[in-house]
């Protein structure tokens, strides 16, 4: 899984399952022994009791579970719902139950208070990620690819796993030969000699604001902006794959406006929104 493609909402919904499973192991219940007297009653945990075990701490992690596998495996479902939307209502489920626990509990323990606040801030990080933009941006940051320091003279910029060799062009530039300062297209490379251009050459090249010829396509690395869904080739409406902002994606196919994209996995699939991808 690819750490980029995590939200800042997942990284709460990470962080409140693990002080929900911290609190599973403190007193249910702040009971002051006196001494002299069995209290192994009131000194008891949630991994003593299976009800509350089963229905407030474990149900609040395997739905933070489901929740970060639903963002590693967009459209996976399960009868009919998707793993998140089983992931959500586990945390809900952990936190309904958690409250009315702590209501009848005549004394709460650490147990109870810090599971209330882990579950508290379990399923508000799932119910509002979708929601509220500053939840929904990326966990960590993408770095700036094209503002790398330039290596001395005569030696080659070093790269990484992954990294497309070739110098960096905008998605839609053409690519060919250079041409001489002041030079005109269509003009040959010696300045006052104007070359014709063929008539072959001019009708196989496209008009201008449409995509080049499925025939003349070559295939491409790039990397997206921001975090955008990668849908199926058969054209379903729900994605099969998420692209995250930092990492180097293959263009193998042009479709219409969109570019058919593979990940590092070997999957296909159709990148509908191609704006502001930078291209290797």
């Known amino acids: 899984m690819n750490i980029r493609s995590l939200t800042r909402g997942d990284g709460v919904v990470i962080g409140a399952a693990v002080v929900l499973f ?11 022994c006196p001494s002299g007297v069995d209290c192994s009653g009131y000194s008891a945990n949630a ?9 407030i701490y474990l149900a609040g992690i395997i739905g933070a579970a489901l929740l970060i596998v639903s963002r590693a ?19 809900v489920f952990a936190l309904w139950t958690m409250f009315w626990t702590i209501i009848d509990a ?18 508000g990080a799932a ?25 001395p003279y005569g030696q080659q910029p070093s790269q990484g796993y992954g ?25 040959s490379g010696q300045p006052g000699q104007p070359a014709q251009a063929e008539p072959q050459q001019a009708a ?35 994605p099969i794959a998420e692209l995250a902002p930092g990492t180097w994606y293959l263009a ?13 996995d070997g999957r296909r699939g159709v990148l509908q929104d191609t704006t502001g991808i930078q291209r290797g």
């Open 252 to 264: 193998v196919e042009q479709r219409g406006p969109g570019l058919i994209a593979q990940t590092q």
């Open 22 to 32: 911290i609190a599973s192991f403190l007193d249910l219940s702040g009971f002051d």
């Open 163 to 187: 990294y497309p060799s070739g110098q960096q062009q905008p998605f839609g530039a053409q690519q060919g030969q250079s041409q001489p300062y002041g030079a005109q297209p269509g003009q």
């Open 106 to 123: 005549n004394d709460a323990g650490a147990g109870l208070i810090l599971g209330l606040l882990a579950t508290l801030a379990l399923a």
């Open 47 to 55: 991994w003593d009791s299976l009800s509350l075990l089963m229905s």
């Open 204 to 238: 196989q090249q496209p008009s201008q604001g449409g995509g080049a010829p499925a025939g003349d396509f070559t295939p491409f690395w790039f990397a997206v902006p921001v975090a955008r869904p990668l849908y199926g080739e058969d054209g379903t409406p729900t």
């Open 73 to 91: 495996l967009p459209g996976r479902k399960v009868v009919g719902f998707e793993l998140g939307q089983f992931g959500a209502a586990f945390t």
């Open 127 to 151: 119910v509002a990620t979708p929601l509220v933009p500053a939840l929904k941006a990326p966990l960590v940051g993408a770095p700036r690819p094209a503002q790398a320091v330039q290596p």
